[in-house]
């Protein structure tokens, strides 16, 4: 017998399914995420730690799971929102059902959903904060609105904390490769990387160390890199003050610098600048970013909440802003005019697709380059 489900939000909207995957309730803010394929590295990204995650593509489930599709070592996401459960998969690399493996990491799920009402509604309405209850019994609709505006703001909790590393290491997983990372030494300031980024270094041949985010400058030179990366990571930037001093450290004698998603948000905090929380975030992989200095449009890949307030980099930090989303405006990339600094709001790595802008490692590699001859 299916087992009934309900989530509830904060403004007294309720939607009724059954439960799958963990036999757990679960709270947190609830967004929506538009890949069409990609349901594991949705839920292995750090940056949903916190976050309830609803899917738009009705089918979930129909490919199963394998652990190389996995973009961190645990699933982060506080519980899985779909339209239609497949407990059935068919895919030859798969080795357990969505299901199974949810419930294995304590992630709680709920079919049968209007997932494309909800979607509306949080287009509409925003983010808004929410409960999942596995049995609702005969609790009122005002109860469950009342728990859901207990649940604690993400902005509150320690979610950099909760998923990044507190001890460095070199990641060595995949298949090292050759190309412009040749002979060059990359360090990962970890505020919840995805794999997907760290691979997609390596396979340009880069030797890649990954540190804490609370690393010290001196920490990080001291592993003599050729470059520094800053990478993706969940809840409020303006929670980490210490990764943009470290940055802005860095920037002050040259060291080359990439920011990824958080690590963009870093750059702009880096150089004065603020943050801006979005009505709904951005999440999927059909955001499309234009290139300023090339007027090229690409489709990404992006999960965020929080965008630059482009009104408030200084003039005189040397920063401007160099891609936008064709979307909304707002602010997509930040790039030095004179050092070899520049940050991408969405994700190059395309994990899940596209994988229009593994170009940007490239880049950030060719700057290495040119920086060491």
């Not at 493996?101 to 494309?116: C, K, N």
């Not at 630059?308 to 891609?323: F, L």
Request: aromatic content about 8%; overall charge negative.
């Amino acid at each position: 017998m299916r087992e009934r489900a309900i989530l509830a939000l904060e403004d007294g909207s309720c939607y009724p399914g059954y439960s799958f995957g963990a036999a757990v309730d679960s709270e947190g803010e609830v967004v929506f995420a538009t890949p069409m394929t990609g349901y594991q590295e949705v839920c292995t990204d750090a940056s949903y730690r916190g976050q309830m995650v609803v899917l738009t593509y009705p089918i979930i489930g129909n490919y199963g799971v394998t652990a190389g599709d996995s973009e961190s070592v645990l699933p982060w996401l506080a519980a899985l929102i779909v339209r239609e459960y497949s407990p059935d998969y068919s895919n030859w690399r798969a080795e357990a059902d969505l299901h199974t493996y949810l419930a294995e990491h304590g992630v709680p799920g709920v079919y049968g959903v209007d997932t494309r009402a909800l979607t509306r509604h949080l287009r509409t309405f925003g983010t808004m904060r929410g409960v999942l209850l596995r049995d609702p019994g005969n609790a009122t609709r005002e109860e469950l609105t009342a728990r859901a505006r207990r649940v604690r703001p993400i902005i509150e909790k320690p979610v950099v904390d909760e998923t990044a590393t507190t001890s460095a290491y070199e990641f060595t997983q995949g298949t090292a490769g050759s190309g412009l990372g040749d002979g060059k030494r990359i360090v990962v300031v970890d505020c919840g990387v995805k794999h997907s980024i760290l691979r997609s270094l390596r396979e340009r041949g880069a030797e890649v160390h990954v540190v804490p985010y609370r690393s010290r400058v001196q920490h990080i030179l001291a592993l003599h890199p050729n470059g520094v990366l800053y990478s993706n990571g969940a809840g409020d930037p303006m929670g980490i003050p210490e990764v943009a001093t470290s940055m802005r450290a860095l920037m002050e004698i040259g060291t080359p610098l990439l920011g990824i998603c958080m690590g963009h948000h870093m750059l702009a905090t880096a150089v004065g600048a603020k943050t801006l929380r979005l009505k709904f975030g951005h999440h999927g992989g059909n955001h499309p970013v234009k290139d300023l200095a090339t007027g090229r449009v690409y489709i990404t890949t992006q999960n965020h909440e929080y965008a630059t307030d482009p009104s408030s980099i200084p003039p005189s930090s040397g920063v401007t802003i160099s891609h936008i989303n064709l979307n909304d405006h707002s602010v997509e990339g930040l790039a030095h005019v004179s050092k070899p600094i520049f940050s991408v709001q969405y994700h190059p790595e395309g994990s899940p697709g596209p994988q229009d802008n593994q170009y940007v490692f490239d880049r950030f590699l060719g700057m290495l380059r040119r920086a060491g001859d």
